[in-house]
């Protein structure tokens, strides 16, 4: 069975282009510090996890994409995610185990990853 063109991948640019990676995240338990952000201005991001491992998503609310406000949740890893071009968010983490993450974006010419960090780190309780 196939569940066909279920996150559309925006790619914008001439030379731009879909990428299909991995990336391995290590695992985190317990007090997690969040100081890095990053945003795709040239194209979407969309993670899959491989082994459906539990994972966290930091980004801002949905009405408050581009300020340092930030949702944490945890993802049971049996659903995907797909990040806008633009949206602010932490990358991935991993929380029971090492895991990896089949990785949907843009490649080609130009920065399409954009990094800053929060104003003050936050700290979150994974339970």
């Known amino acids: 069975m196939r569940y066909h063109d279920q ?3 925006q790619v914008l640019g001439d030379g731009a282009r879909p990428a299909i990676s991995v990336f391995r995240s290590a695992s985190y338990t ?14 979407s991001q969309a993670f899959m996890a491989v082994a459906g491992d539990s994972f966290m998503v930091v980004v ?3 009405a408050r994409r581009s300020e340092p406000t930030m949702c944490a949740h945890s993802e049971h890893g049996r659903q995907s995610v797909n990040y806008h071009g633009g949206v602010w968010h932490h990358p991935m983490l991993a929380l029971d185990c090492t895991g990896d993450l089949l990785v949907v974006d843009r490649t080609g010419p130009g920065n399409n990853c954009n990094e800053r960090d ?6 979150v309780i994974a339970e």
């Not at 317990?30 to 194209?43: M, N």
């Not at 929060?118 to 700290?123: G, N």
């Open 118 to 123: 929060l104003p003050e780190p936050i700290i």
């Open 30 to 43: 317990l007090l997690i510090t969040l100081e890095p952000l990053e945003r795709h201005a040239y194209g």
């Open 60 to 62: 801002p609310p949905l």
């Open 7 to 9: 996150c559309p991948v």
